[in-house]
């Protein structure tokens, strides 16, 4: 306001602290010439000063902040600086007067001149405060949180991304970058980005992409090959992608994910499908070479047939236990398959109830073990190590687990083992992963066994770009 205080401005004051009130903002006024300071009931409150009585301004300070009062000091330097007249808004940190509770506030003030002109005098500093220490509280929980978050993507050296499907724009991103290929700086494009597929994969995505849009599905993972330039090798990039619409004033809906790096596991799952596949190979070697022993040692036994059916029937057996390669992979196949070999009255020893399942090969794999140790240990200690044992396989399959129940009658007084073998181990921690288990019963009448499984998916859903 320029020239005397008039009237008139003290009325637009007045209507300012009404609004003020009105909006839970306090106003404070300093008339220069007296030094005096005058709060409103609310402006008290927030610092928590008496609700009557005079405040100074080493009160003002008092509770200010140290490391703010210099940036209030100069706002109110700013303000009655007749060349400068500032209005800026300014933050700062108190102490409560009568608790001393941390609180945040932003601050205004506008001065008042006895005249225009760089000799004029301020008259009066008058202002608004608002505590804005929720907001900044939410603020900082927000900024932790995404340190946090950032930590942990660093430290697993994953890389996030976020598209708007319908202009195809990416963030920039310079661990997405670093993964496919591109200079920490640049800002690649959808097509650029899609240019680092490996032959094949952009179809295979795509198709599998528009699949899943029209389930309605909009979270999805999937393993994708890329090929990066000077990499000499394919790298395989696990992506899991939710979409969402889009962020404010955009349209059309936006993809945000992770991309993390498992060249290493995917080497490694090869390491162990070759060792698997040369176990398997010598597995089979070993069983048809103890069938030609047997025809050249037992050549006219008339036990022959019966004892190479064995050895056939047991190499099947353990073939199952290094995976199966079966297109489609069914319970009652495994439960068979894993029993047969090892008695010649099947049908007779065994007891076999519930219904068949489609498996997925982990889960297949994992049921063949624990059969194959469980009839292993009823041949040597159990039911099936004498002629009127028997045993009761019976199991039920829910929507994603499947609950197995192994009982042994007819066999000889069992008791708990008094040390764990390879087989027990395997049996209680190796051959079904969490959260599958096998408990194990060592009741004198025989041996309780069950087990329980999260069946999952055989097909797992492939998603989304880039």
């Given at each position: 306001m320029?020239?005397?205080v ?13 609004a ?10 300093l ?28 009160m003002?300070?008092s509770?200010?902040?140290p490391?703010?009062a ?20 300014y ?11 941390r609180?945040w ?8 001149f ?7 005098r301020p008259l ?48 920039h991103?310079p ?15 959808l097509?650029?980005?899609r240019?680092?597929y490996?032959?094949?994969?952009r ?7 528009a699949?899943a849009?029209?389930r309605?599905e ?8 890329y ?6 090798e ?26 993390y790096?498992?060249?290493?596991q ?14 398997r ?8 070479l103890?069938?030609?022993f ?10 022959l047939?019966?004892?190479?059916g064995r ?11 290094f ?8 319970l009652?196949?495994v439960v068979?398959r894993?029993?047969k ?9 065994f ?9 997925s090969?982990?889960?297949?794999t ?7 140790e469980?009839?292993?240990n ?17 199991w039920?399959?829910g929507d994603?687990?499947l609950?197995m ?10 008791s ?8 027990l ?16 019963d060592?009741?004198?009448?025989g ?8 069946l999952?998916?055989a ?7 880039p």
């Open positions: 320029e020239g005397p008039e009237p008139a401005a003290y009325e637009t004051a007045i209507k300012y602290e009404l003020c009130r009105a909006a839970g903002i306090g106003v404070w006024e008339h220069v010439a007296e030094d005096r300071l005058v709060y409103c009931k609310i402006a008290r409150s927030i610092f928590g000063f008496p609700e009557e009585g005079p405040i100074t301004r080493e003002v300070y509770v200010i902040h490391d703010d210099e940036v209030v000091r100069l706002a109110a330097q700013r303000a009655m600086d007749p060349q400068v007249r500032s209005t800026e808004s933050s700062y940190r108190i102490s409560r007067f009568d608790t001393g509770e609180r506030l932003i601050g205004n003030g506008i001065a008042f006895d005249q225009i002109g760089p000799a004029a009066l500093y008058a202002g608004s405060i608002r505590d804005v220490t929720e907001r900044e509280l939410t603020r900082q929980g927000l900024a932790e949180s995404e340190e946090r978050f950032r930590l942990a993507v660093d430290a697993a050296r994953m890389a996030v991304w976020d598209m708007n499907l319908e202009t195809g724009i990416v963030a991103s661990d997405l970058n670093r993964m496919l290929g591109f200079p920490p700086a640049a800002h690649p494009t097509e650029e980005l240019s680092r490996a032959p094949g994969e179809e295979r995505l795509e198709a599998e992409g699949a849009t029209a309605g909009t979270s999805l993972q999937s393993r994708v090959r090929d990066i330039p000077g990499k000499g394919v790298t395989y990039v696990l992506r899991a992608a939710l979409a969402t619409p889009a962020a404010g004033g955009e349209t059309g809906r936006r993809v945000i994910g992770v991309l790096d498992a060249t290493e995917v080497r490694a799952e090869e390491r162990l499908k070759t060792v698997n596949g040369e176990l190979h010598r597995l089979k070697n070993m069983t048809n103890a069938g030609i047997a025809r050249q040692t037992w050549a006219d036994d008339s036990r047939d019966t004892y190479l050895i056939r029937a047991l190499a099947m057996s353990a073939d199952l236990m995976g199966s390669r079966d297109a489609v992979l069914h009652h196949d068979h894993s029993l070999p090892f008695t010649d009255d099947f049908e007779d020893r007891l076999l109830q519930g219904p068949d399942a489609v498996l090969d982990q889960t297949y994992g049921i063949a073990l624990v059969l194959h469980l009839a292993t009823a041949v040597k200690h159990g039911a099936l190590s004498q002629s009127s044992g028997r045993v009761d396989l019976v039920e399959v994603a687990d609950r129940h192994w009982t042994e009658t007819g066999g000889p007084v069992v708990k083992p008094e040390s764990s073998g390879f087989g181990n395997l049996l209680r921690r190796g051959a079904l992963p969490p959260p599958s288990s096998v408990t194990l060592f009741r004198p009448e041996l309780v066994a069950a087990l329980s499984l999260s999952g998916d097909s797992k859903a492939a998603g989304m770009r």
